[in-house]
């Protein structure tokens, strides 16, 4: 439709303008080791996922969409050690590579997709203008996810000091429970900044229901639309 039109529209000046002006602030040193257009930013695999998610949303249920995003994720750190092709600039685009600084677009569309289920049923509750109960929702599932990634990251503490036997030699457990990690991302980066950003969304819904900080929202939602 008219809006996955215009999601595409703005995947491709992304992939296109964006790419450029992104490049040009790389230094020149990092142009040498990978090539004029040997990078991956976040924003190309968000453009990625703006032209591959909406056509996946019209056809898979959000349940569906949630176990895709999932087996992605997984599929892409399976990946990331073991696999050692030929061209490793097409793993490091793809699912990820440690040794550089890319975006991999497999995963983060994985967490994309994921997202989306519950992005629908805030949008469900929007419906009934209910705001008061979409800040709490996104207050309450923001923390929950902020909680999680605390307790994983003990997990990576114990991997990295060999606190427990069996995770001491495993570099692949404290890499996926590092809260840092992001090519690909780790479990503990998406729910620490993914709860965060839900939380500071439910501030921000909250601003706005009780006419705080009215100039400051104008602005924040003027960038937001033409983002």
Partial sequence: GLFQLK???????????G???MLL??????????????????????????LLAPWLMTRLVPRERVLLG????????????????????????LFGDMGRYWFP??????????????????????????????A???????GALVAASILLEAVHWAAAHGVLGI???????ASMTSIWQKYPPALPYILL???????LDAVLVQLWRYSIATNTLRTFAAVGRSS
């Fill in 7 to 17: 999601l595409a529209d703005r995947a491709l000046f992304l992939l296109s303008v």
């Fill in 19 to 21: 790419h450029v002006l």
């Fill in 25 to 50: 602030s790389v230094l020149r040193g990092h142009f040498d080791s990978h090539g004029p257009l040997g990078w991956v930013f976040i924003t190309d695999a968000i453009a990625f996922c703006l």
């Fill in 70 to 93: 999932v087996v992605l994720l997984s599929v892409s750190w399976l990946l990331v050690d073991d696999w050692q092709p030929r061209d490793l600039a097409i793993k490091a685009m």
């Fill in 105 to 134: 677009i497999v995963p983060w569309l994985g967490i994309y997709l994921a997202s989306t289920a519950f992005g629908e049923q805030l949008g469900a509750i929007l419906i009934e203008r209910d705001y008061a109960r979409v």
């Fill in 136 to 142: 709490a929702t996104m207050a309450r599932v923001g």
């Fill in 167 to 173: 995770v001491r030699d495993s570099r692949g457990l």
């Fill in 193 to 199: 900044f993914g709860g965060l950003g839900l939380v």
